[in-house]
């Protein structure tokens, strides 16, 4: 069974950071593009970050020099360390699981990120 796991979202205010943590098991993670999206109230899902098996990772322009996404293969996760954070970057953030060749896009259940003061 696949799992995608979130956690570590919140309410923080403008300026500050958070450290979103998505835990995978059911995959051979290795082998998979991570990434994360978002989608705020009444808005369409967007890209947020991706990081491939082999490679650099992609950024949506919104969060381009103030997210940073990273993976530790060893323990199946991936991570999004997201500073200077914005109010527009409330939203609920879900972790995504992509691999093109298997037909495997796999979704967390989401963590709800609100930048408030």
């Known amino acids: 069974q696949v799992q995608l796991v979130e956690s570590g979202g919140g309410l923080v205010e403008p300026g500050g950071a958070l450290r979103l943590s998505c835990e995978t098991s059911?995959?051979?993670?290795?082998?998979?593009?991570m990434g994360w999206y978002r989608q705020a109230p009444g808005k369409k899902r967007e890209l947020v970050a991706t990081?491939?098996?082999?490679?650099?990772?992609q950024y949506g322009d919104s969060v381009k020099g103030r997210f940073t996404i990273s993976r530790d293969n060893a323990k199946n996760t991936v991570y999004l360390q997201m500073n200077s954070l914005k109010p527009e970057d409330t939203a609920v953030y879900y972790c995504?699981?992509?691999?093109?060749?298997?037909?495997?896009?796999?979704w967390g259940q989401g963590t709800q990120v609100t930048v408030s003061s």
């Open positions: 990081i491939p098996s082999l490679g650099g990772p």
């Open positions: 995504n699981a992509w691999k093109l060749v298997a037909g495997h896009d796999y």
């Open positions: 059911g995959i051979a993670f290795r082998g998979y593009q």
